[in-house]
């Protein structure tokens, strides 16, 4: 007997140490190439990066996985309890492997060979699988677990373990962390959550999907109510508080609307910066906080305006045809629906699709309305389809219809918009009907707006387009136009530098230019063909003359009006060519705003910026736009004293000339009064501005400032092509202007442009009556500088290089060839 205990004990010992070398073989092998666990000290969990309105509302949320991160201390002490009590009841006294419940799970395991094995890993195990290693039930990795397991309790303390695991497990629906669950279960912070939601949160880890509440109710109570047996048997709540919690209903609240704002093209343009600066997992995890400059009631008037005038631009020139066609309407109902979902329609809210179901001889009948008003039928009468002369080419329109059937053909998909009042009608017109619609149509055109703080260069509103479900493509900041008239505010500048004065005359006449080497003759025009003779300066960019504007040009040199381009942004890269001065480069619709925010300043250089600070996940400010000083901010107020307010220092200088720049801005005033824009005199406010048509009206523009808002308006097709043979800058898009000044000046004091010390102001009569004509010292009338002897542009063109008019390879340099015609 006593030799059978040794031989017993003989073989166990030789299994323990065989069984010991094996585990610590094992542990040796799976060490080896382990990611190091020192690099959860600097861990910082991906959270939601948010841009917010200059209002505070939410304008866009950017994340790849949604957590509000909040540390253990601050998180209710039942929460830890509970998600403890439930994953891992020896937590706080484990060396990060519960060896008690590994044997129990083994056990347990064997006893059950047909159930799900049990894992047994404890909130450390778990913390290095879903920070270090990867979820393939292996048994290797389990290994890497429990030795990972093991450093990282070696390293960090049980509190630190627990802020990591509490903010990065997955909840299920979305959800990664306690803190953002209780949000978007509830609709509760932490510190609000009732017991039995604490409990049924430390329920989820286990399996998010299979403890749904709503799903599948009987499993998600049961495992709430375990829970709560286990916080109650491991001493932290009482039994009544468990019996309490355990009769509770659970109730999943969808979280509070949150107050957002719509600005699509703007908030993209701040993505894409954004991205630029601090990289895609800077913004899709960093947790930034944007404070943007978009003010939601300036943005929803350049939207607004924008689509009212591409509508109005649109009626102008006719009827393309019906939305889509459903040939059979026998099955009308199923094929609708296909249409509807392949197109979906982009546009006002109160815009939309119907077909077309009978035509009478005043009317058409529609069916497939939402809403399920009178079983989706509708009436189309005649007079809101009057505007629907068909479109022909070159934007030309052909003869008013005669009946509804000139128009709408049984199954036509048409848009349609719900009439209380005829179009245009006055407010005591007689209703229509109930039932009635307007035929819509969605203008194949485009469009941009941008509104600039004048002083900061803070972009305001931007709006890139018709929707930006239709089309991405941000015509403010993307589309390279040329500027057509809307330049020559920096042609007369450059003149004004070099010596003329708005009372300066020059030849309105015909004009023409050899550019040699074979080249056909340039001979741009005036809009409508006209000659005024001799003019003053200010009357040329009043009625925006090219041919006195090539004239100057000519004089002074294009070398002079290209330094003025750059110098105000319009253009990085202009070729001294005369056809320039009349805007035959490229530029876009937010560098010319900035241009004449600059010229309305009196040239004090800004930087266009969507973003005024930006804070990361921890409160600090990494960047702040505002570049002016602030005196007094945050000072300590004395006890019983008075704050001072504070005051913004601007260190800033003039660029330019301020007195060159002054009568250029007091020349633009002169278009809005008497000029192509002269119908905006009627805001009754001070506002330098140009219009802008380019040749074979490709383009138009409109960009107007006062001392404290610059608007950039742009209208053109995104493959530009004509417009139309009387549209104009003036015509379509200084209205759109116009409505957006009426929304934002409401009830606001007109604010006058600062005149530069030294300027001399002479009263003039002009156009029947009279105008403080501005001059510099020693050019004004009297002076020996004054002189109203005509430029008759017969001084040589010095702007262009002496190599001829070929590029390097033979390429034809830009803007040589055509009419020139801009307005």
Known sequence: MLNLFKVLLAFATAALIVGTGTVAGLFWHFSHGLPDHKQLADYQPA?????????????????REKRVFVPVAAMPKRVVEAFVAAEDQRFFTHPGIDFIGVV???ISNITNPGKRPEGASGLTQQVAKNFLLTNQATLARKIREAILAFRIEETYSKERILELYLNEIYLGSGNYGVAQAAINYFDRSLDELTLSEIAYLAALPKAPNRYHVVRNEKEAYARR??????????????????????AERLQLRRRSATETTQADFFAEEVRRNLMAAYGEK???EGGLTVSTTLDPAYQSAADTALRDGLIAYDRRHGWRGAYAKIPDMSVWEEEFARIAQRRPLFGPAAWQLAVVSKVDAQSAQIVGLPGGEANGEGTIPFAEMTWARPTLADQRVGNPPRAPRDVVSVGDVVVVEKVEKPTGAPANAKPYPPKTYALRQVPNVEGGVVIMDTQTGRVLAMSGGWAYGRSQFNRAVQAAR????????????????AGFTPASVVLDAPFSYDPGHGQPIWTPKNYGGDFLGPATVRRGLELSRNLMTVRMAQQIGMKRVVDVAKEFGVTDNMGAYLPMAIGAGETTLLRMTMAYAMLANGALEITPSLVDRVQDRNGKTVYRHEPRACKGCGDAIAAGGKPAPPELIDSRKPFHDPASVYQVVSMMQGVTVRGTAGRLAALGRPIAGKTGTTNDARDNWFLGSTPDITIGVYIGFDEPRNLGAQETGGGNAAPIFEQIAKEIFKG?????????????????????????????PGTEPGSDGYSVTPLD????????????PLQAGGARRPGLSGTGETY
Do not use: C, H, W
């Open 47 to 63: 959270t939601v990066s948010r841009l917010y309105a200059a209002d505070g509302r939410l304008l866009a949320e950017y994340a």
């Open 482 to 497: 040329q500027p057509g008239s809307a330049f020559k505010p920096f042609v007369f500048l450059a003149a004004m530098d």
């Open 225 to 246: 109510d375990y829970v709560l047996n286990r916080m109650q048997e491991d001493g932290y709540i009482k039994p009544a508080e468990a019996q309490a919690a355990r």
């Open 748 to 776: 606001k004091a007109p604010t006058p442009f600062r005149i530069p010390p030294g300027l001399r102001l002479v009263r003039f009569t002009y156009e029947g009556g009279t105008i403080d004509e501005v001059f510099k």
């Open 793 to 804: 542009g017969s001084a040589p063109y010095s702007g262009i290089d002496p190599g001829g």
């Open 104 to 106: 129990r799970a083994m």
């Open 282 to 284: 800077g913004l899709y």
